[in-house]
């Protein structure tokens, strides 16, 4: 599954609900999400639309391997 070129960081962290995480703060641009499920994990998100390419890419391939998933499998989850 390709990974998504047009989504934004509101949406993004719609999405990551689904797996627990929640808006922990936001400084300027940037919003941190946490999550207690499979252990602690924080993530930031840009404020962006859409967000670029790579930092997508790094935020959802550091998130499946915090949760044990591929790539793949986090977008089916999330429903990207």
Not at 34 to 63: A, F, M, W, Y
């Amino acid at each position: 599954m390709k990974i998504p070129r047009d989504i934004s960081g509101p949406e993004l962290v719609k999405a990551l609900r689904t797996l627990g995480y929640t808006v922990d703060r936001q400084s300027g641009s940037h919003i941190r999400v946490t999550t207690q499920q499979d252990g602690e994990n924080h993530e930031v998100v840009p404020h962006h639309h859409p967000i670029k390419t790579g930092t997508l890419s790094g935020i959802l391939k550091r998130i499946a391997g915090h949760h044990g998933l591929t790539v793949t499998e986090l977008l089916e989850q999330l429903g990207l």
